[in-house]
Structure formats: structure tokens, C-alpha cells
């Protein structure tokens, strides 16, 4: 668990930001995104289409889904933390440390996987909407092209927009 605490506090203060009020869709995601980000380099989560990768097919890593963690990271996480988890980990025997590795890799790769799928766009019953939110802010709109913006944004609310 210690291994795990400097994480929980990271993921704690961004659920704090994200309970503001005044925060925009794509600011949310903005946050969301942020977050994921320090996770996914700590861990050095490979994510995508490691199903037929030789990378992921060694006893080195650890699989789930479309993810990989090399074993190694879990273990430099560990001894990174402090001198007291270091020696917890070193006092466990091998399968009791491979147990341990299993476990923050399942809560690493379960974690990755719960804010990737975080929406916060909601339909009418408040339940999320299938497809991600069209980019709000004026920022994120500059940085379109034309085209993009009329596929993605425009054509998706022609309907709505008609009506005025």
C-alpha cells in the first residue's frame, strides 16, 4: 500500500480540481488528461496493440487487456518511494514480491483504464454520451483545421443549429 500512496494523493487532488464548478468540458479532460500522463511514464505503461508484441510476451511484463508494464518499473517504483517500503518489499519472499508486483500493476493498469474511460459529457438521463465531447474551448478550436472543424463540430450539431 505504501508503494501506492503517492499515486492515490496525485489522483485525490486532481478529483479536487475536478468538483470545480466553473470548469469547462474540455478543461475537465484537460485535467483527466494530466493526470494520466505522470501515471502511464511512472509505470512505463505501454499502451495499444501489444496483444501480438514479443515486447509484452516475456515474463519480464505484465499483461492485461492492451496494456504492459514492464515488472521492473513496478519494482523501481517500489524502491523509489522509501527506505521503509524498499525494505518491506525486500523482507517478502519471491512470491510473495511477484504477488506484490501483480497487485500495483492490476490497480496501475485498472486505474489507466478507469480515467481513460471518464466522460464528461452527459446525455438528457445523465448517463455518458458514447462519443467524446467536441472540442469547446477557443483553444482548442484554433487549433483545427477547417475541415476537422466541420466534420467533428459543425456537422455534428447541424441539426440543432438549423433550428435557430
Not at 44 to 49: F, M, P
Request: charged letters at 20%; aromatic letters at 6%.
Amino acid at each position: 500500500m505504501y508503494a501506492m500512496a503517492p499515486m492515490i494523493d496525485t489522483i485525490n487532488v486532481t478529483l479536487a480540481q475536478l468538483q470545480a464548478r466553473s470548469l469547462l468540458i474540455g478543461q475537465q479532460e484537460t485535467l483527466v488528461q494530466n493526470l494520466l500522463n505522470p501515471i502511464i511514464a511512472i509505470f512505463e505503461i505501454e499502451i495499444g496493440d501489444v496483444d501480438g508484441g514479443e515486447a509484452c510476451e516475456d515474463d519480464a511484463y505484465v499483461q492485461q487487456g492492451s496494456m504492459c508494464i514492464p515488472a521492473v518499473a513496478i519494482v523501481n517504483h517500489i524502491e523509489n518511494q522509501s527506505s521503509f517500503t524498499r525494505d518491506c518489499y525486500k523482507r517478502l519472499e519471491a512470491a510473495n514480491q511477484q504477488d506484490m508486483i501483480n497487485h500495483i500493476t492490476m490497480y496501475a493498469m485498472a486505474l489507466i483504464a478507469g480515467l481513460q474511460s471518464v466522460k464528461a459529457e452527459r446525455d438528457g438521463n445523465n448517463r455518458a454520451l458514447d462519443k467524446d465531447a467536441p472540442p469547446v474551448l477557443l483553444a482548442q478550436l484554433v487549433k483545427l483545421r477547417h475541415g476537422t472543424f466541420l466534420k467533428d463540430v459543425l456537422d455534428s450539431f447541424q441539426q440543432h443549429i438549423s433550428s435557430f
